[in-house]
């Protein structure tokens, strides 16, 4: 190969010089300048020297050359010999390419630092700031929860790194989750797999980072990838929660992440809460008042003055709290047995409204033993389960239903789904049949005699986009609440759906039960981000080992009608080794945002429950 020639070279190094970007092209258009300037005063002083001396010899002509350079106009005032008048032409024609190239320059660059600010790409100078990685619908409800939780803090950031578009983002959280009030919003446009882009966060002084799983295909891929970025960045190491969408996937992600993060399975959790909604009526809508930041949150407090006391002793210690359980070193216990005894190193888990409402009641508020009643809890019998339509997480429900019905229950899934008729091996309680049907056909829906099931769930077909299914969901409960009144017919029905908005349109199915799989682990998301402490409670209530939350008759607690105040229902709860938490009125299921449902009532405010109402109680099966 011939040697680069000299001309070659210095073209190489003119382009290395001006892809340096605008910087670079203002030096050069700043030589160019100077070099007609000195060449102008140059030419004026050997050629045309009487005008030279007139305007003060090599000074002057240097001035009188850059005015003409910058500002081409002052051409039409000059006088003199010819050579000088063409002298100052040239420069002033110099001037009109200069300056005209200059301007491009400077408005090219300035659109190019626009287009640069617009992306997002600067790095965050915050601390104490909540970081997200990736984006899905649930970070709508993520935000709009945190923003609930740091309404009366100065100074609290949320910050998104995602690769969409900076300002679409910015738009969309205003328009899905509103005003972010106190709470500042900072997003910036990268790849959370991307270790370099993560430095774009400040991860070394953020108070927590959640990882969501995004949409599309093989989402838990996208997430553990993150989690190992994160893994393998140098520096502090903030708390992180993640979500997982498949259960098989929980092992591999643990691996990724490390023992310190909180990984919440979607799918094992959204199929619990299905199940035991369709056991309880109600459930849903207890659990997302739990989770939410507007309503009744779940503490951990210390508290000296109910060390020494027993568990079943202090429940009603708090006016405007409400106990549900302890925190040892040896873990979370919700319920426990009412003799056990607090000790000074038991943290005291109350749901309150807010941190600063939870004091001691002056004087334990006492109950009215005459309105209280012990009627025994009947277990059911063989029930008749039907599930229309089918999903993923279809098999992990029906494993768990099976561990909640008796022996001899049936369980009938009628679906067009492919893979609903495979994977029931091993079955304890429930025997299971497949029914193809086409469940948006009303006439293939009455053919299943919906009359003889006690519950009916309702599931998302995984076959459609998020939207489109809960269209056809939606679709299926308006056939349901249709034959129910045509029929006479009576039997529990719970829905599963993606978007919250859609909730308000399926009100008017009058649904027994809607549990919205994003949104309640949108909502789960947020509380551990604001303390991952909450994990043990959380895992704790959403197994189906220990304690959960049943909605029971009123009137197997205390006398229906009879005025009582919520002491004496926590009284009735506790002789049966139970935690009352609340109650739900008949009367208001069907209006939002709370479907009847009272969590953490005052202990002495006057109340009446009738014969359709339920009392809220942490229990065992």
């Not at 032409?89 to 005209?100: N, Q």
């Not at 900072?186 to 927590?208: H, I, K, Q, W």
């Not at 949150?297 to 405007?320: F, H, N």
Request: proline content about 4%.
């Amino acid at each position: 190969m011939s040697r680069a020639t000299f001309r070659e070279r210095t073209r190489y190094w003119f382009d290395n010089t001006m892809s340096r970007g605008t910087v670079a092209l203002i030096g050069w258009l700043a030589l160019i300048s100077m070099g007609l300037i000195l060449l102008v005063t140059a030419l004026s002083l050997w050629l045309t020297p009487v005008e030279a001396a007139k305007n003060n010899g090599l000074p002057g002509m240097l001035w009188m050359s850059l005015m003409r350079t910058l500002s081409p106009g002052k051409v039409a005032s000059d006088t003199g010999s010819a050579p000088f008048i063409a002298l100052m032409f040239a420069a002033s024609m110099g001037g009109i390419f200069i300056v005209s190239a200059l301007v491009g320059v400077l408005s090219n660059g300035l659109k190019i630092k626009f287009e640069q600010l617009r992306k997002g790409r600067s790095r965050i100078i915050e601390s104490g700031h909540i970081v997200i990685l990736g984006w899905s619908d649930q970070v709508f409800t993520i935000v709009a929860e945190l923003v609930q939780a740091h309404a009366s803090d100065r100074g609290s950031v949320i910050s998104i790194l995602a690769d969409r578009d900076k300002i679409d983002m910015e738009d969309d959280i205003r328009q899905h989750a509103g005003d972010t009030g106190r709470t500042k919003l900072v997003c910036r446009t990268g790849r959370p797999t991307e270790p370099t882009d993560l430095d774009l966060m400040n991860l070394d002084t953020a108070r927590s980072v959640v990882v969501l799983s995004p949409q599309g295909d093989d989402p838990d891929a996208h997430v553990i990838k993150t989690l190992l970025a994160l893994a393998k960045r140098s520096g502090d190491r903030p708390p992180v929660v993640a979500a997982i969408a498949s259960t098989a996937n929980m092992a591999a992600a643990r691996l990724a992440g490390g023992p310190d993060v909180h990984l919440v399975d979607s799918d094992d959790t959204a199929s619990r809460l299905i199940v035991q909604s369709s056991r309880q009526s109600g459930m849903s809508v207890v659990c997302m008042d739990l989770l939410n930041f507007d309503d009744g949150e779940i503490y951990l407090r210390s508290d000296a003055d109910l060390v020494g006391m027993t568990y079943g002793q202090a429940l009603p210690a708090y006016q405007t709290a409400t106990v549900i359980g302890l925190r040892r070193a040896s873990g979370v216990m919700l319920n426990p047995p009412m003799d056990t005894v607090i000790t000074a190193e038991d943290e005291i888990i109350v749901i309150a409204h807010d941190d600063s409402l939870i004091h001691l009641a002056e004087g334990m508020p006492k109950a009215q033993e005459e309105s209280i009643v012990l009627v025994e809890h009947t277990r059911p019998g063989p029930e008749r389960t039907l599930v229309l339509n089918w999903n993923g997480r279809g098999r992990q429900i029906v494993r768990y239903l099976d561990g909640y019905v008796t022996s001899g229950s049936v369980l009938d899934i009628a679906s067009d789904h492919p893979e609903a008729a495979i994977g029931f091996e091993g079955l304890r309680n429930l025997t299971v049949n497949v029914k193809e049907c086409d469940i948006a056909d009303r006439y293939a829906l009455e053919s299943l005699g919906l009359g003889t099931y006690q519950h009916v769930i309702v599931l998302s077909d995984d076959r459609y986009a998020p939207d489109h299914a809960d269209t056809r969901t939606l679709m299926t409960l308006l056939q349901l609440r249709d034959m129910q009144t045509s029929l006479g017919e009576r039997y529990s029905i719970v829905s599963e759906m993606h978007d919250e908005n859609n909730r308000s349109l399926a009100e008017v199915t009058e649904a027994d039960d809607i549990v919205i799989s994003d949104t309640v682990i949108g909502l789960l998301l947020a509380q551990l981000a604001e303390n991952q402490h909450l994990a043990e409670v959380f895992g704790y209530l959403f197994d189906s080992r220990g304690s959960e939350i049943y909605p029971r008759p009123a009137g197997q607690y205390v006398r229906a009608g009879a005025p009582i105040s919520f002491a004496s229902v926590i009284e009735s709860a506790r002789r049966r080794g139970e935690t009352a938490i609340g109650y739900r009125l008949a009367d208001r299921v069907n209006e939002a945002p709370h479907f009847g449902v009272v969590l953490n009532p005052d202990k002495s405010q006057p109340l009446r429950l009738g014969p359709g109402d339920s009392v809220i109680v942490l229990a065992e099966r």
